[in-house]
């Protein structure tokens, strides 16, 4: 039991620092008054953001990897007995 | 075909024909029982999940709200409403989502106030709750109506310009040419509310995620040729990458960057999206899904659609801002009314008439689940919670939800034809309410010391302080606007009000719960 929740709950551990390392990059003063254009045509403000959606989408993938919060075993029993519900 | 406004009825009603036929072929797989009609037998999987979920929390506001508040805003509306609901929206599916759903399949939950009564052991939350999750969604659903006849009214323009119902004129009589001869709002609001009516009271919530998945292919399809038919029309150069940078180069230094933006307000503002972890009608979303790992692909999808969407638009905003566009028309006053402006006056017909689908779907997405949802809570939570679940067989139940459906419509289309302006500006009031209960779902799934007490408290906590912030609101006449003003250091830094909303129901509920009893040993071993 205690080997197979400690890779977990380290992963989770993993994912609350990037949500908060994505958090702390959202708050980006540093381009707030930067008027440059990345490619020419987008403003560095809104690139920014639209990477930190990348981040965001990049980090939820990790997390459905080493932190998803429902044990294999609980989603087992629970889509049986889903399953004899609807057999029954 | 010629006539002015009409390709872009028949493009609407063709639309509206086909959701029509999509709800009444779902409703052939109907089981006939609460459990399917309410939550679709928690059959639907990953793809149907993820459109039903974006679909549901964009609304009109990621087409026409995000290309307007740019518009008057800048560049910083993506952070501030779209990077910020990226991150928290998903860490809400994953957090709360995953969890609930748990719940709810255990112990056989439809609704959130069904899950608060059991892990509370307190029949008084749900009385509590009730009047509270109505009361917030109601303002949202009126958003969408309103903002239904308004697209129809702005995209139908010209139409009928000498049928006396159908002019738009100023209070001094003249007409006002972006509406004037536009299919008038309470029509367009009414046939938006009977088309929605009839899938969701025939299909329920199959009938709900089929054209939710949909609307969201339509919207964000349609977002993207619109924005690249009006990028090719604005910029006047050869190639969309210089049109893009011709385009970008025309607008004024405010709006690429942030500089008329608060900083700290910017920052307060990413509490707003905590609200989806309250949403009655996402909570009933996520009992569809057919396993746990359901949730993986929209959890994981979510802040890439939200990109998707509202990149272009925001874009389109700014562009509006800029010296290429043509000084004939002018630019409507109204920011809402510069993409449908835009894509009237630089797009032909037929993807005006495309666009107003579009943006129909953004709007009917979230209608027809919140209308689902309404009349779930009043079955689920009062009528068959009083009268017993032994006294009320499941076909009553479905009966009931639908009487509730048809009633929560005709109350909501009253309402929709009242005062407008004020409704508009009650949306981000009506998140931050739903953003100060999130203390209480989130320490129900985690805190076992989470008392009855503590809830109930923290939940008059949240009610005391928005309706102080909501009253101080009104007297300045700044519903819209209104910022807290933190005086420190000789400086003021504004905040949202949703800060101390979410503040004052935290605290509460965790003094009240340090000091009240626990729910019994019985209960929290159910949930914990």
């Known amino acids: 039991m205690t080997s197979s929740t400690t890779p977990k709950s380290n992963g989770m551990w993993i994912i609350a620092a990037l949500v908060v390392l994505l958090l702390i990059l959202h708050q980006d003063n540093w381009f707030w008054t930067d008027d440059t254009l990345v490619f020419g045509f987008i403003p560095i403000g809104l690139f920014w953001h639209a990477c930190i959606s990348i981040g965001a989408s990049l980090t939820w993938a990790l997390a459905t990897v080493i932190a998803w919060p429902l044990d294999d075993e609980v989603v087992e029993q629970l889509e049986g007995t889903s399953s004899e519900e609807a057999t029954s | 075909m010629n006539h002015p406004g009409l390709p872009q009825l028949i493009i609407i009603l063709c639309y509206l024909g086909l959701l029509l036929l999509l709800g009444l072929s779902s409703s052939r797989l109907f089981k006939g029982t609460k459990e399917d009609y309410q939550v679709a037998s928690h059959s639907i999987g990953p793809f149907l999940l993820l459109m039903s979920l974006f679909g549901t929390t964009m609304t009109a506001f990621a087409l026409v709200g995000s ?19 990226g991150i928290i929206h998903s ?53 969408g109506v309103i903002s239904s006849g308004t697209v129809i009214q702005s995209l139908t323009a010209g139409l009928a310009p000498n049928v006396e119902m159908f002019q738009a004129l100023t209070p001094d009589g003249n007409p ?18 009977v088309v929605v009516l009839v899938y969701v009271f025939f299909g329920g919530m199959r009938g709900t995620t089929w054209a939710n998945t949909l609307q969201t292919i339509v919207f964000m399809i349609l977002g993207i040729v619109t924005f690249y038919v009006i990028a090719s029309r604005l910029g006047g150069q050869d190639g969309l990458m210089a049109n893009l940078q011709a385009l970008a180069e025309s607008v004024p230094e405010e709006k690429i960057t942030r500089m008329e933006m608060s900083k700290t307000k910017f920052f307060t503002y990413l509490l707003i999206p905590l ?6 009608h996402l909570f009933q979303h996520w009992m ?20 998707i969407v509202w990149v272009p638009c925001v874009l389109v905003g700014i562009w509006a801002t800029g010296d290429l566009i043509p000084p004939k028309p002018p630019l409507p006053s109204n920011p809402n009314t510069i993409l449908p402006f835009l894509v009237k006056t630089q797009t032909g017909k037929v993807l005006g008439g495309l666009l107003a689908a579009g943006i129909l779907a953004a709007i009917m997405s ?13 079955t689920n939570d009062v009528l068959t919670h009083y009268k017993g679940k032994e006294n009320v067989s499941d076909a009553q139940q479905v009966l009931y939800t639908r009487l509730f459906i048809i009633g929560i419509v005709a109350i909501t289309y009253l309402l929709s034809l009242g005062n407008v302006k004020s409704v508009f500006a009650m949306g981000v009031w009506c998140f931050s309410g739903f953003s100060a209960l999130f203390p209480i779902v989130f320490a129900a799934l985690y805190w076992r010391g989470l008392t009855a007490a503590g809830a109930i408290s923290g939940i008059f906590a949240a009610i005391v302080s928005w309706s102080v912030l909501f009253y101080q609101a009104l007297e300045q006449d700044a519903l819209r606007t209104f910022v807290l003003k933190l005086p420190l250091g000789g400086e003021e830094y504004e905040i949202m009000p949703v800060v101390v909303m979410l503040a004052s129901s935290l605290v509460t509920m965790i003094v009240v719960s340090l000091v009240t009893p ?11």
């Open chain 2, 518 to 528: 626990k729910p019994s040993e019985q209960t929290l071993a159910r949930f914990f």
């Open chain 2, 67 to 85: 290309s307007g508040e740019a518009f008057k805003e800048g560049i910083g509306v993506y952070g501030m409403l779209a990077s910020s609901s």
């Open chain 2, 288 to 307: 569809t899904a057919k396993s746990a790992n359901t949730f993986k692909v929209p959890v994981i999808c979510h802040p890439l659609f939200i990109m």
């Open chain 2, 366 to 378: 979230s209608l027809d689940s919140q209308f689902l949802c309404i009349g779930t809570i009043f």
């Open chain 2, 91 to 143: 860490l809400c599916f994953f957090v709360i989502g995953v969890k609930v759903w748990k719940f709810a399949r255990r112990h056989k939950y439809t609704t959130q106030i069904e899950f608060f009564r059991d892990r509370l052991e307190s029949d008084f939350i749900g009385l509590l709750l009730f009047p509270i999750l109505v009361g917030l969604v109601v303002p949202y659903l009126l958003i």
């Open chain 2, 275 to 280: 609200s989806v972890g309250m949403f009655p």
């Open chain 2, 176 to 193: 006002i040419v972006a509406l004037n001869g536009g299919v008038p709002p309470w029509l367009g609001s009414l046939v938006i509310c």
